[in-house]
């Protein structure tokens, strides 16, 4: 192709689109004439009687024809191995994006706020997005679940009810089932709320990478306010962590970057769950 | 909210118009705070008593602490602020 290039330019200065299509749709022979203008140079050397003769025919002999198309068939075939061996490559790595992602989540047992035990497992199958607070919260954990509602509320238009919103208690002293209950109703309709005791809930949050600071020893009837990590987890159907959004992110933003994972997911498996 | 209930009982955290109501009356009891000039609440004497009444009814004591924390270091990061850029003015000026 290299050569064409003077003699491109030479018929036009600026190619058209057409004279684009032209060339590359003549690529192939003027590629062999490439190819076959350098045969010569190899094989003058060799003592050859009708090498004039040859020449003054050209060098399309049936011999440089056979190892011409010999190669472009080897190479075709190469380089449509090599590609599918990328495709699969990156298929893969797809697959299990392992690898940069963050360790966040595993294995937890929590009560929801209907008294049923709700696990990691019962995170799969479905995309969530997961808070930590406390249902004393003086302002950040009643903003962020309303924007956590606010964007399932958009999702579950586009998509059906397929991103389960999660509220997980820091504050196990004072957070019974029946508060928790009372404190859900006001957000989300599918929005599960989730408590346990304190080395549960420890546990979890440390799972999550989720720092909070209730006192071990705290009563029920105490009155103070939980020092917590105020993030929530995006994570997808298999339990994996996607993305966490601050105070910063708002209802818009929490939309499209679950709208732009669940593309790539429905794109790469077909569903979108 | 019983007949007799908005005297005795705490504010419900758990209650979407409970929290509603204790921050309307904290912007309340701000918005006095503004007026009279003051940053710190409790700084402001006795010019405020009817809104810091209602605000100390409607919000838990944690919560009042909070936010009045919250007010100081609100302002004071303003200030932070402001000089930060007029810094920023005064520097790409000269």
């Known amino acids: 192709m290299l050569a064409l290039a003077p003699r491109l330019a030479a018929r036009s200065a600026a190619p058209s689109s057409s004279t684009l299509l032209r060339t590359t749709c003549r690529a192939p022979r003027n590629a062999a004439r490439a190819f076959s203008s350098s045969a010569p140079a190899r094989s003058q050397p060799l003592p050859d009687a009708s090498g004039r003769d040859k020449a003054a025919v050209g060098v399309f002999t049936p011999k440089a024809a056979a190892l011409f198309v010999a190669t472009g068939v080897g190479l075709f075939l190469y380089f449509r191995y090599e590609k599918q061996k990328l495709i699969e490559q990156k298929q893969k790595e797809l697959e299990d994006k392992q690898v940069g992602r963050p360790n966040v989540g595993g294995p937890f047992s929590l009560t929801t706020q209907d008294g049923k035990t709700f696990t990691e497992k019962d995170l799969l199958g479905k995309w969530s997005l997961i808070y930590f607070g406390f249902t004393n919260c003086p302002d ?26 999660i509220f997980i208690s820091v504050d196990p002293a004072r957070d ?81 970057r679950v709208q732009k994972e669940i593309g790539v997911w429905q794109t790469r498996t077909g569903k979108t769950t | ?56 009814k409607d919000c838990a004591r944690s919560w009042i602490e909070y936010f009045n ?6 302002v004071q990061q303003q200030g932070v602020l402001t000089q930060a850029n007029n810094q920023l003015n005064a520097a790409k000026k000269s």
Not at chain 1, 185 to 192: A, E, I, K, Y
Not at chain 1, 198 to 213: D, E, G, I, L, P
Not at chain 1, 219 to 243: A, C, E, R, W
Not at chain 2, 27 to 44: H, M, Q, R, S, W
């Open chain 2, 1 to 56: 909210m019983g007949w007799f209930g908005s005297q005795e009982k705490a504010p419900d955290a758990a209650s979407r118009s409970d929290r509603q109501k204790c921050w309307d009356s904290r912007d309340a009891y701000f918005a006095c705070l503004d007026t009279a000039n003051v940053i710190k609440p409790g700084d402001e004497g006795k010019a405020c008593d009817a809104s810091k009444g209602k605000y100390e």
């Open chain 1, 140 to 165: 950040i954990c009643p903003e962020e679940l309303d924007k956590m509602s606010d964007a399932v509320e958009t999702l579950d238009k586009q998509f059906g009810p397929i991103v389960q919103p």
């Open chain 1, 176 to 256: 019974s089932v029946s508060q928790v209950k009372r404190y859900v109703s006001d957000f989300h309709p599918r929005l599960v709320g989730l408590v346990g005791d304190y080395n549960t809930v420890k546990q979890t949050c440390k799972a999550y990478r989720v720092y909070f600071s209730t006192p071990p020893d705290a009563k029920p009837t105490d009155d103070y306010l939980v020092d917590h990590s105020i993030f929530f987890y995006f994570m997808d159907p298999n339990g994996q962590f996607v993305d966490a959004f601050g105070k910063a992110s708002t209802v818009e933003d929490v939309v499209a």
């Open chain 2, 69 to 74: 924390k919250r007010r100081v270091l609100a």
